[in-house]
């Protein structure tokens, strides 16, 4: 096919179905010039064609007939506008020509060169496919030579175009599966024919160049200034540069930017900048733990000392590395199609986290990766997600991104392929179902969300074999579970650990962190014999001997030796009573219980949490949620490190209700004063019901394992989704372990009003108001009603024999769930009840919630 001029035809013996073709020129005239020339033959032989115009620079061709014009605004993001790039070319098909507008003004957008050859190698390949020519350009000497590369590889055609004397000149550096002697020598461009020019004759100057994207340039700049004492500074220039750097760093978000502006110093984001590998954002984790802690140290004089600033710890893998495993192991187009659908199966999921797994980084990279760990050292990381949408204004995505830890121990060779699998893990974590249900409902699929990393060193020390922090959880500014009315639950809660933190975020088995009222430390929500009940009885550790990350008993960590602070952690049980140890003695071989008792009253931990809280929300201007870890000294000394903050949404927690005061007792379903967000739900049509009696009597292991499954079927079933439902069962839902409860994910119950946690405590499903999990930020996020029910107790009200007698609606709906009958019950209520409905009102003043048939 002829590109519209002779001369090119026969250097390059004419266009191939599926060429890309890119020309790298000094000036916007010049790609202009053969773009038009091959509009005018396109529509000489009646040919589709398509421009793509997103530059900022002037439209490379003009409407005309023939001629169809896709535009694009690329400064929302590389998600985005690949993936509506990709959706146009699939629309027009097969054996369309393209022009692109100039890919060099990408830069100027996104910063990076690997950002544009990303683009590039996603696009290009899925031209090829559909047997389009596409004409692309470059500014010649603008982009590093591995981006140059890297475009080279992926292209069909490459021609580089230069001015010499006046005249232009031409010399192809790629031409795919065509060759002839002079085909790769420069060439004049004249009217008749083109002329091949030696290489001898074409200046040196001409054909060398040396050049710096923006992500290198402003950096190379600043550690020039930066270097200079504050005489010898333009200030001005350096605020400008400050500005863009941030902006590299920590993205578009005003908010962030203009608290990033008020609290981040440029020696803060210069050190960052040092520690990133590859380029891009370091993501909203990253960002979120860098203003957390910075805002802490400049309001908070009085206790900064004990919120380290500037964080040794910290790596960071930039965005960009993100998309070029993407591109690099042919997994882009996968991920667009699952992030289009919105929707991926479990099952699905584990096949997609094993391409991610089986994928490869390229051995610049892997350098790079060396060279981390080497200044790591041997100490135990964490390898966390730090996704461009996470831990935003609005968006917590809390739990749905994964979180990897190395023991980081061994040969180099080993530490590094447990560090890159660590890495893929994450990578893969993005189209886990759960952070694509979330995506969805909050109409964020198509948002640019690419996924950063934050490298940690493993906040803690060594004790014997395991590796482990004193304190770690999670800091409310706002209570949402004020189990008293002496609690203020405008000045927060602490939800603490002893050990990993994730032993604060997940719901675990049979264990309880201690649940801190900041207005009153001393306070629990248990009383007497229930303190041991609810207790912390095991503790998550890495075994530096080989195990990893492992769940161990307390017991566990008393052999390894006397543990320095015990005396502030523990109480010790004697004849069915808690009492304080005496000093710094503990009987190691006595029967402890974490109480953390003398920590609260005689260390200023809650003070200094309370403060830092206060703090946090004062300069967010909104609530906001905290992840920590903790060290303590003999004397009391505390210092905090801040690993993450981000704003708290409170949807319906506050909103006054009427409540109901007289409920005729054949209408009431139940009644409870333990519940999460407050509200009305009104109608309910559906009811889900799990017989918690018959669940604890299953004999049958897959059935309880199999019901999360069904449970997410019905919940995205259409003519459910129609009508709203409460779920209802034997707590703890997402739980882990089936023994304890329905072991759901976020996808399985995100359509659902109201969850109800029945505790029949002799069958052990004991229920946990665990506010503060990372299910339990799901369940706020989604204004998902959370309800405790104790029947039996006092304070508690069950309509046991109604669930028991309703018709069960399982099976009209859903026949092939007929084996699950027996301990799933699908109540549809207006059908079993004459028209009736059910409505449920939970009122936070009052702390009273009521559900009843109306």
Known sequence: MSSGISGLDQLIHGFHLGDNVVWQVETLAQYRHFANALLDQAVRDQRTFVYIRFGTHEPVLGPGPGLAIESFDPRAGFDVFSAQVNRIISNWGERVFYVFDNLSCLVDLWATDELLTNFFQATCPYLFELDT?????????????????????????LLDTFQINNALHVRPLKVWQRHSPH???????????????????????????????????VYAELKVLYSLDRAGREEERVEALQELLTRMLLGNDEKILRLAEEHLTLAVLMHVRRRVVGSGRIGGKAAG????????????????????????????????????????????????????????????????????????FDEARIREFRALLEEVGESPIIVRSSSLLEDGFGNAFAGKYRSEFCVNRGSMEARLESFMRAIKLVYASTLNPDALSYRRNRAMLENDEQMAILVQRVSGTSHGRYFLPTLAGVAFSRNLYAWTDRIDPRVGMIRLVFGLGTRAVNRVSRDYPRMIAVSHPELRPEIGEEVTTYSQRHVDVLDMDGGGFRTVRMSEILKEGRYPVLHLLVSTRQDGYLTEPVGRRVDHAADVVLTFNRLLKETPFVRMVGRMLSALEAVYEQPVDTEFTASVALNGHVEINILQCRPMWLPGATDHVDFPEEIESDQLLYRTDRFINGGVVDPIRFMLYIDPKAYSLLGDEGIRKSLPRVVGQINRDPRIKGGRI?????????????????????????????????????????????????????????????IALYPGRADTDFNEYFFGSAPNNLTDFFPELEPYAGIVHLIDVPGCRGGRHVRLVADPDSRRAVCYLE
């Open 726 to 786: 409460m779920m209802m069962g034997p707590g703890r839902w997402g739980s882990g372990n089936p023994e304890l409860g329905v072991g759901v994910g976020y996808a399985d119950i995100d359509q659902v009003s109201v969850l109800v946690e029945v505790a029949y405590e002799e069958d052990g499903h004991v229920p946990e108001v665990s506010y503060g999990t990372h299910f339990f930020q799901d369940l706020v996020e989604a204004e998902i009603i959370y």
């Open 133 to 157: 020519v596409a004409y692309f350009a470059l500014d010649r000497g603008r982009h590093a030579d591995e981006a140059v590369t890297r475009i080279r590889d992926t292209t069909q055609v």
């Open 289 to 360: 733990m860098l203003l957390a802690r910075a805002i802490v140290r400049n309001t908070c004089k009085d206790v900064s000392p004990a919120f380290p600033l500037l964080d040794e710890d910290s790596f960071h893998i930039g965005s960009d590395v993100f998309y070029t495993f993407l591109v690099h192991n042919d997994l882009f187009r996968m991920r667009l199609s699952a992030t289009r659908a919105g929707e991926v199966s479990r099952e699905e999921f584990e096949e997609v986290e094993a391409r991610f797994l089986k994928g490869s």
């Open 183 to 217: 085909m790769f020598l420069p060439h004049r461009v004249e009217r008749e024919a083109w002329i091949p020019v030696p290489q001898s004759e074409v200046p040196p100057t001409v054909l060398a160049h040396e050049t710096t994207a923006p992500w290198d340039a």
